[in-house]
């Protein structure tokens, strides 16, 4: 699904979106009520924020962790958080071990942005 960055540039798996120069920013899509956590990056890296594509109650925390849903938690999504959006950090936060989402039964679709 295309979706726009939040300065109305067109971003797909085909036109990455850039940050800061010359970074590429990736994106994976989390399914909604995804019971399992879900490993987006296994190595360090960067998170730069996230976009809720449906609405769930549950509130999915975004771990700096390469395997598991646990640990320090880097971001999350309220529950009354409305689709769109989420918090965007432009120069990313610095994840030393990884970035991982920890699944929930009715957490929302969301699509992660991460490098």
């Known amino acids: 699904m295309p979706f726009f960055d939040p300065y109305g540039n067109l971003s797909t798996p085909a036109n990455p979106l850039y940050i800061a120069?010359?970074?590429?920013?990736?994106?994976?899509?989390?399914a909604a009520g995804t019971?399992?956590?879900t490993v987006i990056k296994a190595a360090p890296g960067k998170f730069y924020g996230f976009l809720v594509t449906t609405l769930g109650l549950g509130v999915p925390h975004i771990y700096d962790n390469a395997s598991a849903g646990s640990g320090a938690i880097i971001g999350a999504c309220a529950a009354?958080?409305?689709?769109?959006?989420?918090?965007?950090?432009?120069g990313g936060i610095t994840c030393s071990n990884g970035i991982t989402?920890?699944?929930?039964?009715?957490?929302p679709a969301m699509t992660v942005f991460w490098s």
């Open 35 to 37: 019971t399992a956590d």
């Open 21 to 30: 120069g010359a970074t590429v920013i990736q994106h994976t899509e989390v």
């Open 101 to 107: 989402v920890g699944g929930g039964l009715t957490n």
């Open 80 to 90: 009354s958080l409305g689709v769109g959006l989420g918090p965007f950090f432009e």
